[in-house]
């Protein structure tokens, strides 16, 4: 069955601060890669999503993110974080249907200190 | 484009009780997934539509159900409320085999 890690419930960094939250997958075949991000009572932002190619992938408001297939790894990463991204971040991987059904992993709640 | 809309955003039932939430896609969006967040279990997928059909389901029991109108728009129901029902849904419409776009969730409190 496919599963994600997400290694840190709680990460804080300093605004301005570079930023990495991990990710791990398990799944058979080519997996379907997302980070979106939950504001305090909000729903789910798309940040970024891989599907195939180019396995460095950009996605909104600054963020990358890395697949290692080696590693099984998908994490995301920014440069310079600011105080409005401080937020719960969820990793997904899609299942062989496609995207249609997403497993997540637990969340890393990040949290910026001014 | 409007993006995905949930109604009501907030509910408060009573145990025994059942609940019906609803979920508008985006427009052109043929396919509807439903995911249940809590903070013991977290994220979990519940069920997908596709053009009126049930093409997944998730591992939840026969008191979730859900359904497809041909507008897309899709509905789903929990009956005989209990209290670890409580939860944050989440509906997500996408295309097809392709990014999920979420709403803001409906907010169920059984007590």
């Known amino acids: 069955a496919q599963s994600v890690t997400q290694p840190d419930i709680h990460i804080t960094v300093s605004e301005g601060a570079s930023l990495e939250l991990r990710c791990n997958y398990s799944?058979?075949?080519?997996?379907?890669l997302f980070w979106y991000v939950q504001s305090p009572g909000q729903g789910l932002q798309l940040l970024l999503k891989?599907?195939?190619?180019?396995?460095l992938v950009q996605g909104i408001k600054g963020f990358e993110a890395e697949f290692k297939r080696s590693q099984s790894s998908f994490n995301l990463r920014k440069p310079s974080v600011h105080w409005s991204d401080a937020a719960e971040y969820f990793c997904?991987?899609?299942?062989?249907?496609?995207?249609?059904?997403?497993?997540f992993g637990q969340g890393t709640r990040l949290t910026i200190n001014p | 484009k409007a993006g995905v809309t949930q109604t009501p955003r907030y509910l408060i039932k009573t145990r025994g009780q059942q609940v019906t939430l609803s979920c508008s896609p985006i427009?052109?969006?043929?396919?509807v997934s439903w995911y249940q967040q809590t903070p013991g279990q977290g994220l979990q997928f519940l069920f997908e539509?596709?053009?009126?059909?049930?093409?997944n389901k998730g591992n939840f029991p026969g008191r979730f159900s859900g359904r497809q109108f041909s507008n897309s728009r899709s509905e789903m129901n929990v009956s005989t409320l209990e209290l670890g029902d409580s939860a944050l849904y989440l509906c997500?419409?996408?295309?097809?085999?392709?990014?999920?776009?979420f709403g803001p969730g409906t907010r169920l409190t059984v007590l």
């Open positions: 891989y599907f195939s190619g180019d396995t």
């Open positions: 799944y058979g075949a080519t997996p379907y």
């Open positions: 997500a419409s996408s295309i097809d085999l392709d990014t999920q776009y």
């Open positions: 427009s052109g969006h043929r396919s």
């Open positions: 997904a991987v899609g299942t062989i249907q496609g995207a249609q059904k997403l497993v």
């Open positions: 539509y596709f053009s009126e059909t049930q093409r």
